[in-house]
């Protein structure tokens, strides 16, 4: 039988592919494999949605190329994407009900790549670009002046780096080409970092980045963020 893969998934590909050039792709996959299969049940690998549609990706992790699949995937549930159905990554599982990680107890870990599965009816073919920070595609924060919600700023300057840590000793999680639209949760006294003429030792805590960036890099007047609380 025929069969072809979401174009929703299939742009996500496209956009993971230009992102990280040169990836691993060894535990990449999109028809059911062997295991898939042999477990007789239908996995969203299978083509088994309207016209042979297969629901389901696996992306490969390959950190030295980038690809870190437990940012990604946390990227993925943070946003929320009307498309996902659910995301497997190092043991744990988030769908579109709770869009909370929980426990994965499946035979495959799940840790040498993360599955995405999305809707079983029209949106999965929907084929716009995915919002997700790492992608360089940063949620449309519905702008138009006037109308910020508290915790809504954009970074200024070129490779931000975002740490696990309000520490310049912590590990990178995340690199920031370019200005971007990012949503803080909390914020927390750190490491001071002195750049442009400007001193700050205040971090925000952006999860979708799954980290924090300085506060000297939010494009904000104020060291301390109006209207966030201390993490
Ligand atoms: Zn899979």
Redesign the pocket.
Known sequence: MSWRVANSLETLKAQIDTRFPGRDIAAD?SIGDAA?LTRGNA???NPWFGPGIVT???FTHDPAHGLDIQQVADQLVGSRDPRIKYV?ANRRIADNRSWQWGSYDGP?P?EA?????VVADSRCDESQNWSLPILGEAPDGGGGGGGAVDGDFVTWGTSVNVRAQPRLDAPVVAVLAAPTRVTVTCQARGDRVDTAGHSNDAWAFVPALGGYVSNIFIDHPDTWLPGVGEC
């Not at 790549?113 to 599965?117: A, D, K, N, Q, V």
């Open positions: 996959g898939h996995s969203d690998h389901a990706r696996d497997v495959n799940h790549h993360f599955h995405l599965s």
